[in-house]
């Protein structure tokens, strides 16, 4: 039976929270007044699922079911965890907080307020020690980050056990040891939007060229080193100490205005905003939302495959979910392993507009490379020095992908020793094949060049899912020649 998670609060924020319990296998049922509620929660769930798969390199739980309750005490009926998401308003979060407790006792109460202190949500609360502050980032179902801030008051089980579920659905909870106003990084936001108010206010930079010295330099930096890090590397070999020596006396410079705030009036507003509009306004909302994330994604990627930053964060996931998968017995009973999540980008299509040759091949790659993590054949076994050698493929060409197609990689094992792998990999589109590539995998000693026997715990996890697969239906494909008539 699936867990349940409430979200109370379903904008931005909630929905993203909602999307990442969701498609993490937890049911979630969703309290909000706005009759627009169901509307926006659906488009930020179907960003969601274009994009969370992507990031994972293994088969995604079955999706938990999502319902609207009609008022708080029934959204938080037989919930785990809750996750309060509405304005940002005090004397609301108290009312919100005093409906949860009165009709479920005990529960985690996680607030996503990114500038009230714990103690401030706690007040006059029936048990204080169940709320606390999980502070997240937008969009929620794809960065990591979740900052954990308690109080005095706080239960050590409480939130240890409200870590663990959000461990669970991929998140990194970064526990706050002392309560302060915004808690960590929205200081740094806040340090650095005021700033960039003063800029634009006083006409040195528009809001595009302040963008832009984010994302073509620091941001970048940042973004897989955060700050002290990348200041080690820029003290050189001698370290922080010698750039704390070098910048040092630069904080005696009046660089900035961080102790000073712009006049907050309709002209500075118009202003930002004009310039905002002049920035961006050709596109919607959404499409922002769609670029934003396929370029998160892209770096996410990167950063996992190095086992680095947010990067790290993924692999654990991945990892207890691959344990889990295993040991839940799950082989794949009654259909193919869903494998790999992609997306068709314009370096894949060629001068017909369609995805070119090469990238079906990737796409293969992309899946057979993700049963082979699976099975524990990864870059740590390979290391060790074994492998898994494609000896042969056949591919079969039987519809045209295009750019912006989501596709799915889904592979079938047709047989399987302690030497040989025989699949069958389908690349879909929606319901439709676009391709179906049957391969030959053979189980090498790299060092001596020559196939042996693979590892008892590759094994112990590739010949279940071999007898699993034994009774779905041979693919009709499935040992052609090339030119063999249909």
């Known amino acids: 039976?699936?867990?349940?998670?409430?979200?109370?609060?379903?904008?931005?924020?909630?929905?993203?929270?909602?999307?990442?319990?969701?498609?993490?296998?937890?049911?979630?049922?969703?309290?909000?007044?706005?009759?627009?509620?169901?509307?926006?929660?659906?488009?930020?769930?179907?960003?969601?699922?274009?994009?969370?798969?992507?990031?994972?390199?293994?088969?995604?739980?079955?999706?938990?079911?999502?319902?609207?309750?009609?008022?708080?005490?029934?959204?938080?009926?037989?919930?785990?965890?809750?996750?309060?998401?509405?304005?940002?308003?005090?004397?609301?979060?108290?009312?919100?907080?005093?409906?949860?407790?009165?009709?479920?006792?005990?529960?985690?109460?996680?607030?996503?307020?990114?500038?009230?202190?714990?103690?401030?949500?706690?007040?006059?609360?029936?048990?204080?020690?169940?709320?606390?502050?999980?502070?997240?980032?937008?969009?929620?179902?794809?960065?990591?980050?979740?900052?954990?801030?308690?109080?005095?008051?706080?239960?050590?089980?409480?939130?240890?056990?409200?870590?663990?579920?959000?461990?669970?659905?991929?998140?990194?909870?970064?526990?706050?040891?002392?309560?302060?106003?915004?808690?960590?990084?929205?200081?740094?936001?806040?340090?650095?939007?005021?700033?960039?108010?003063?800029?634009?206010?006083?006409?040195?930079?528009?809001?595009?060229?302040?963008?832009?010295?984010?994302?073509?330099?620091?941001?970048?930096?940042?973004?897989?080193?955060?700050?002290?890090?990348?200041?080690?590397?820029?003290?050189g070999e001698a370290g922080m100490k010698h750039f704390m020596a070098q910048f040092g006396p630069a904080l005696k410079w009046p660089w900035t205005k961080l102790t000073d705030v712009p006049d907050f009036t309709e002209e500075l507003v118009d202003l930002i905003a004009g310039q905002s509009d002049a920035q961006s306004g050709n596109y919607t909302i959404r499409e922002l939302e769609r670029i934003r994330d396929s370029n998160l994604i892209g770096f996410l990627r990167a950063l996992k495959e190095r086992n680095w930053g947010a990067g790290r964060v993924l692999r654990e996931h991945d990892e207890r979910r691959r344990v889990a998968f295993h040991d839940e017995g799950r082989t794949g009973e009654g259909a193919p392993l869903v494998m790999a999540q992609m997306q068709v980008l314009p370096g894949w299509i060629d001068y017909n507009g369609h995805m070119t040759e090469s990238r079906y091949l990737f796409a293969t790659s992309e899946t057979s490379d993700a049963f082979l993590r699976l099975i524990g054949a990864d870059l740590d076994y390979v290391a060790g020095g074994h492998s898994y050698y494609t000896a042969e493929t056949h591919i079969m060409h039987l519809g045209e992908a295009r750019l912006g197609d989501r596709l799915t990689g889904t592979l079938q094992v047709l047989y399987a020793d302690e030497k040989r792998m025989h699949v069958f990999i389908r690349i879909l589109r929606g319901e439709e094949a676009v391709a179906s590539v049957e391969q030959i995998l053979l189980h090498v000693d790299m060092k001596a060049g020559k196939t042996c026997p693979a590892a008892p715990e590759v094994l112990g996890r590739l010949l279940p899912v071999a007898e699993a697969h034994k009774s779905l239906p041979r693919p009709d494909a499935a040992g052609r020649h090339v030119g063999q008539r249909k």
């Open 1 to 235: 039976m699936a867990r349940k998670a409430a979200i109370i609060g379903g904008g931005v924020i909630g929905g993203g929270w909602a999307a990442r319990f969701l498609l993490n296998g937890w049911d979630v049922s969703v309290f909000d007044p706005d009759p627009e509620a169901e509307r926006k929660i659906a488009e930020v769930l179907a960003n969601a699922r274009a994009s969370l798969p992507a990031l994972s390199d293994i088969p995604m739980p079955a999706e938990g079911s999502l319902s609207f309750a009609k008022d708080i005490a029934k959204a938080v009926e037989g919930a785990e965890y809750v996750q309060e998401s509405v304005s940002e308003r005090l004397d609301l979060k108290h009312r919100v907080f005093a409906e949860i407790q009165k009709a479920s006792r005990g529960v985690p109460i996680g607030s996503s307020t990114s500038g009230f202190k714990p103690s401030e949500l706690q007040e006059g609360a029936a048990d204080p020690s169940s709320i606390f502050v999980a502070h997240p980032f937008n969009p929620v179902y794809l960065l990591p980050l979740v900052e954990i801030v308690p109080s005095s008051k706080s239960g050590e089980q409480c939130i240890g056990n409200a870590k663990e579920v959000l461990r669970e659905i991929g998140m990194f909870p970064l526990h706050i040891r002392k309560e302060i106003d915004a808690h960590i990084a929205d200081r740094f936001l806040e340090a650095v939007w005021r700033e960039a108010l003063w800029l634009v206010k006083d006409g040195i930079a528009t809001t595009e060229e302040i963008d832009e010295a984010i994302r073509m330099g620091f941001g970048l930096r940042w973004g897989q080193m955060g700050l002290f890090e990348t200041y080690r590397v820029a003290g």
